[in-house]
């Protein structure tokens, strides 16, 4: 890599924070950006150990960076080091997205608004009116949950191993949002009706991502049929088991690359104050999805 001539006294630092980040594909993605917009920023990624977290955010105030990300594990840990947080990072009880403004951390979430978008750029259509299935109840279920039901989803049913898990987060939808989440036991029978009455089904969890790439999070009994959108948040491998068979029953299938690439293009312009426009948006996503 040869940085000479991009880094410069002015450079401002952006970064990531997590454990593992060795896979990541944000340093790709920011300084991509950067040079195409010409924003003099520049992306590391920093390994951080759990033990070395409020450290580590001290570390990257001390030393002035602009902002950074938040990956596994340290979402919601995060919250208690930063100065204040968005009321939905709040909500969705997840900060992936952290400025720094005059000497104080603000947190955000950007993975909701990059599932919002990528589902809408991916499919043309919304949440507004619509039954929605969710599967899983960590992380990801909760801060999708909170955006979708924002954004006026009609129904969210949320199914998940361990029901307790989707129950709250159902609870705190309908305290916090509007009343139109329920949670179910993914192995109840009536669990299967209500899929397949369903217009979107999310899959939130792990189960198919690499490299147990073989297994679905949901049933073999389960019936899809071809007016539903099914999407997975997994983006490792592009086409996961439970979409291959999606697919196969003639549903339109997503996959949750366009949500990594949104919620980076949002930070981005969380950091930076700029608004990314049309067509290099999608000029761009299309660069984005090939390196892949
Ligand atoms: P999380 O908080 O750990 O939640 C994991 C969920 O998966 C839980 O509902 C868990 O059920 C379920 N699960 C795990 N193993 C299972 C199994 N063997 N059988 C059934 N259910 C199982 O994780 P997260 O942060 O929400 O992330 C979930 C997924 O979203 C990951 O694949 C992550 O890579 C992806 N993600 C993608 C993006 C993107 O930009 N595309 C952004 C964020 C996250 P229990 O509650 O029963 O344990």
């Known amino acids: 890599m040869n940085l000479n001539g991009t880094i410069s006294g002015k450079t401002r630092l952006l970064g990531l924070i997590g454990n593992p980040v060795e896979h990541t594909v944000s340093p790709q993605l920011h300084n991509t950006l950067a040079s195409a917009t010409n924003i003099d920023v520049a992306y590391v990624p920093f390994h951080v150990e759990k033990e070395k977290l409020?450290?580590?955010?001290?570390?990257?105030?001390?030393?002035?960076?602009l902002g950074f990300n938040v990956t596994v594990p340290y979402k919601k840990d995060i919250i208690?080091?930063?100065?204040?947080?968005?009321?939905?990072?709040?909500?969705?009880?997840?900060?992936?997205?952290?400025?720094?403004?005059?000497?104080?951390?603000?947190?955000?979430?950007?993975d909701a608004e990059g599932f919002s978008k990528s589902f809408k750029h991916e499919t043309g259509t919304g949440f507004k009116g619509k039954q929605v299935f969710i599967i899983g109840a960590g992380g990801a279920a909760r801060a999708i949950s909170?955006?979708?039901?924002?954004?006026?989803?009609?129904?969210?049913?949320?199914?998940?191993?361990?029901?307790s898990?989707?129950?709250?987060?159902?609870?705190?939808?309908?305290?916090?949002?509007?009343?139109?989440?329920?949670?179910?036991?993914?192995?109840?029978a009536r669990t299967s009706k209500v899929f397949s009455s369903s217009g979107i089904i999310i899959n939130t969890t792990t189960v198919g991502m690499y490299p147990n790439m073989d297994v679905s999070p949901i049933e073999?009994?389960?019936?899809?049929?071809?007016?539903?959108?099914?999407?997975?948040?997994?983006?490792?491998p592009k086409k996961t088991r439970l979409l291959t068979i999606a697919e196969e029953k003639g549903c339109t299938v997503v996959n949750g690359i366009?949500?990594?690439?949104?919620?980076?293009?949002?930070?981005?312009e969380i950091w930076t104050g700029i608004k990314l426009q049309e067509p290099f948006l999608s000029d761009f996503y299309n660069s984005f999805k090939k390196v892949l």
């Open 146 to 163: 909170v955006k979708i039901a924002k954004e006026g989803a009609g129904k969210i049913y949320i199914a998940n191993r361990t029901p």
């Open 54 to 65: 409020e450290a580590a955010v001290k570390g990257l105030m001390a030393v002035n960076v």
């Open 165 to 188: 898990k989707a129950l709250e987060i159902a609870d705190m939808v309908n305290e916090n949002v509007s009343s139109v989440a329920e949670h179910l036991d993914i192995s109840d």
């Open 258 to 268: 366009g949500m990594l690439f949104y919620q980076g293009v949002s930070a981005f």
């Open 220 to 236: 073999a009994s389960f019936v899809f049929s071809k007016e539903q959108i099914v999407y997975d948040v997994i983006y490792n």
């Open 80 to 110: 208690k080091y930063l100065d204040e947080c968005s009321k939905e990072a709040l909500l969705m009880g997840s900060v992936n997205t952290v400025k720094n403004i005059d000497g104080r951390f603000y947190g955000y979430n950007t």
